[in-house]
């Protein structure tokens, strides 16, 4: 398959509804000016779209049997059937490596192989969210809350492991929305404990601390809607949302030891949902600034913002940036039974498989 060029890599991933109601995923690149639709050959897709690393796949969902598929993005068809040994599957996670995937169902937390074989369940914690795995793909991370309390545990391959890690600091709070940083050195998370904060913790969950402030322009607090916060490339900033001073929702960044908190949108209307670019310089987001929520891109020092997408009265949401599929990794190899996915399935041969799974 030909590599992407230069151009074709900077782009960014939309979804967004059509007029009759059917989903659209869309393809912008940075400066706005070339868009496209993607797998316009495949019918009735629901609002998800996962990048593989390899920047030339993704996970998709097709509501006909509302199931995750593996979608080949430049022939526009869907691979293969990801999770339809499961039942109500959702938020696939690619591993680091592209050669797995992690999927949360009712019954706890599966990984399979992308051929939709080897199907395995590390934790039998019912619906966990924010799956997040760490860059060496030895561990993922999770929450899971527990009627009363919401906690990060991580699960490590090798022998399905579940640990709690947040437990050791009391029930006094909710630890949520992990993700694990670039470097693997940190997890980051929200923290809702006398008040709102966006902090940080070993991998093993000792030297919690709050970085960052956020306020959260809703009376009443709901378990788990705030939106996760998001690492630089580099492992160095987070990005995250918090009210403004005007009263809406605006994107901040701050330095992982606290420092350097900046406003980077700053701007009134709603801003959200901000996406690193691979290179680190810039971000996408979705914005309500000129009516109706649309993809907007901004240099990280808040300078230079851009409107990528104009669909007037037809919201867009969940901007994501293509993978370089020139430098990604590729899954084929490993995926057809390479020696590396065989260690991992030989090595949690112990957890407990689900009935009738491939």
């Not at 897709?45 to 990048?51: A, E, I, P, R, V």
């Not at 545990?153 to 947040?166: E, G, I, K, M």
């Not at 966006?198 to 000792?206: F, L, Q, R, S, Y």
Request: hydrophobic share 35%.
């Amino acid at each position: 398959m030909a590599a992407c060029s230069q151009a074709e890599a900077q782009r960014i991933s939309y979804i967004g509804p059509r007029m009759e109601g059917v989903r659209l995923l869309g393809l912008v690149s940075s400066d706005g000016s070339r868009r496209e639709e993607l797998l316009t050959k495949v019918p009735d897709l629901g609002g998800m779209l996962q990048w593989a690393p390899d920047g030339r796949h993704a996970a998709v969902l097709r509501r006909e049997d509302d199931a995750t598929y593996l979608a080949d993005i430049e022939q526009g068809i869907l691979i293969q059937c990801l999770d339809c040994g499961l039942e109500g599957a959702s938020q696939p996670e690619f591993s680091p490596d592209g050669t797995m995937i992690a999927l949360s169902e009712r019954s706890g937390l599966y990984v399979t192989r992308l051929d939709g074989r080897g199907l395995i369940q590390l934790s039998s914690l019912p619906d966990p969210a924010w799956l997040t795995w760490s860059p060496d793909g030895k561990s993922i991370g999770f929450g899971y809350w527990d009627g009363g309390t919401i906690h990060i545990f991580r699960v490590d391959l090798a022998d399905s492991r579940v640990t709690n890690l947040t437990q050791t600091y009391g029930e006094g709070g909710d630890f949520e929305a992990p993700q694990w940083s670039p470097r693997g050195d940190l997890i980051a998370f929200n923290l809702h404990r006398r008040g709102f904060h966006v902090a940080v913790m070993n991998p093993d969950g000792t030297g919690m601390r709050e970085i960052a402030d956020r306020k959260m322009p809703f009376e009443g607090y709901e378990p788990g809607s705030g939106p996760p916060p998001v690492w630089s490339p580099d492992g160095e900033k987070i990005a995250f949302v918090s009210t403004s001073p005007f009263g809406d929702l605006d994107i901040f960044s701050v330095n992982v030891d606290g420092t350097g908190l900046k406003n980077v949108s700053n701007h009134p209307g709603g801003d959200y949902r901000p996406a690193w670019s691979p290179d680190g310089d810039r971000m996408a987001f979705i914005s309500t600034r000129d009516g109706n929520a649309e993809v907007y891109v901004i240099n990280v020092d808040g300078t230079d913002a851009r409107r990528l997408t104009d669909t007037p009265f037809i919201d867009e949401e969940s901007p994501a940036w293509r993978p370089r599929p020139d430098e990604g990794p590729s899954m084929w190899p490993i995926a057809a039974g390479g020696a590396a996915l065989l260690v991992i399935l030989a090595l949690g041969a112990g957890a407990r498989r689900r009935k009738g799974a491939k």
